[in-house]
């Protein structure tokens, strides 16, 4: 992985972490996931008059990564419903890298170097640990929330392959990155109207600021990993990205004040092994 393509995942990952520290604070996290996918529209219109329409062969993966990311927001909803936010989110991440190397392996025959996968294991296991803060674990979530989180790491691995098949089948991968974010946030919020319908805009009449904000986060965040998984190997770039839990755990110790717990320096320590081992690689 070249310092240029490093640096730029780690941005994301800060990025996605900051989105995900906004819509944590609010009350009701389906509204605001909803807002979010909506602002990423609204971020990537003013982009397609500058860039190709994706070929064909990309629409197939644009499709796909649409279904799956309503999937993959319903089943994150739900972890959040009847599990602890900061177990099941990390137990999510930390396991869709691991799908993800496993897909690359499958489907577009990209097996990491015995260093990546280190890392990757490393940057996994670090997640995992993260899960951990607070001095609780895995085993004190109902399995109701276990299996909602593992079943949303599916959704995260399968739409991370999605797009980055899809980012190299396409003209190029803003192309194919701002059509996406265009398609899904007009999905999405076709589906957050008809479920909630004034509720919603209810919602978004107080908080479309804090939509476009999280929007235009997620958006960049996203569309640097794209652009990234075209430089580099799909499994390495998707298991970098999870740092963002890393940049997550400093908001909510430094900004949020956050208790520091052992097992929380013991994960931090785990991912930037993780990241070294990537960046070696």
């Known amino acids: 992985m070249t310092p240029l393509v490093f640096i730029a995942v780690l941005a994301a990952a800060i990025m996605h ?8 604070i609010r009350t009701d996290r389906f ?3 909803t807002l979010t996918t909506l602002g990423m529209t609204v971020c990537s219109l003013p982009v397609l008059p500058f860039v190709p329409m994706p070929g064909l062969a990309a629409w197939p993966w644009i499709i796909a990564s649409l279904v799956i990311h309503i999937g993959y927001r319903l089943y994150l909803v739900r972890a959040y419903e009847v599990g602890d936010m900061a177990q099941t989110y990390p137990l999510a991440r930390g396991t869709a890298p691991l799908l993800t190397t496993v897909g690359g392996i499958v489907l577009v025959a990209e097996v990491p170097a015995p260093l990546a996968l280190v890392g990757i294991l490393l940057l996994s296991a670090g997640t995992f640990l993260m899960s951990l803060r607070g001095g609780g674990d895995i085993g004190k979530l109902n399995g109701k929330a276990v299996s909602y989180a593992l079943l949303t790491s599916l959704f995260i691995a399968s739409y991370t392959l999605c797009d980055g098949i899809g980012a190299r089948l396409a003209s190029t991968p803003v192309s194919y990155a701002a059509w996406m974010f265009v398609c899904d946030g007009l999905f999405a919020t076709t589906i957050g109207f008809a479920y909630r319908g004034r509720r919603l805009m209810t919602t978004l009449a107080k908080e479309w600021q804090v939509g476009f904000v ?3 986060l997620s958006a960049a965040a996203y569309g640097i990993v794209m652009w ?3 430089k580099a190997p799909i499994a390495t770039v998707a298991s970098l990205r999870e740092t963002s839990i890393l940049f997550a755990m400093a908001i909510s110790v430094f900004a949020l004040g956050e208790k520091m717990t052992g097992w929380r320096g013991a994960a931090a320590l785990s991912i930037v092994v993780g990241m070294i081992a990537l960046r070696m690689s």
């Open 31 to 33: 509204a605001s996931i």
């Open 17 to 24: 972490a900051s989105w995900n520290a906004l819509i944590k």
């Open 214 to 216: 999280t929007g235009f």
């Open 228 to 230: 990234a998984m075209t």
